[in-house]
Nanobody
Framework: VQLQASGGGLVLAGGSLRLSCAASERTFMNYHVGWFRRAPGKEREFVGGINRSGTTGSSADSVKGRFIISRDTAKNMVYLQMNSLKPEDTAVYYC????????????????WGKGTQVTVSS
């Protein structure tokens, strides 16, 4: 399965961005999807996850109330709506697929996409 995250860019603090994660196969619907990020000089961290059917989600405390994950199974797409962005949200964002729900741990992820850069300026 190939994944591609897109939608990153430069935004002012307080602004919004929507990231998209596209999958190459219809089997996408068989996987949970996670968003992770890696800031410069820091380890990769969990942002949020959504289950196969899109009915259950999980998010990191640092983004709760600001970021929303959704999925469109018909389009093989998952979205990360990021609102009220802060400079500390600056990172490369990755989407990943996994058959096991291990969030916030990434050990359940089987496939990773290339990241997309998000930069939030103050």
């Amino acid at each position: 399965v190939q994944l591609q995250a897109s939608g990153g860019g430069l935004v002012l603090a307080g602004g919004s961005l929507r990231l998209s994660c596209a999958a190459s196969e219809r089997t996408f619907m068989n996987y949970h999807v996670g968003w992770f990020r890696r800031a410069p000089g820091k380890e990769r961290e969990f942002v949020g996850g959504i289950n196969r059917s899109g009915t259950t989600g999980s998010s990191a405390d640092s983004v709760k109330g600001r970021f929303i994950i959704s999925r469109d199974t018909a389009k093989n797409m998952v979205y990360l709506q990021m609102n009220s962005l802060k400079p500390e949200d600056t990172a490369v964002y990755y989407c990943a697929l996994g058959r096991r729900w291990t969030f916030p741990n990434s050990s359940g992820m089987d496939y990773w996409g290339k990241g997309t850069q998000v930069t939030v300026s103050s």
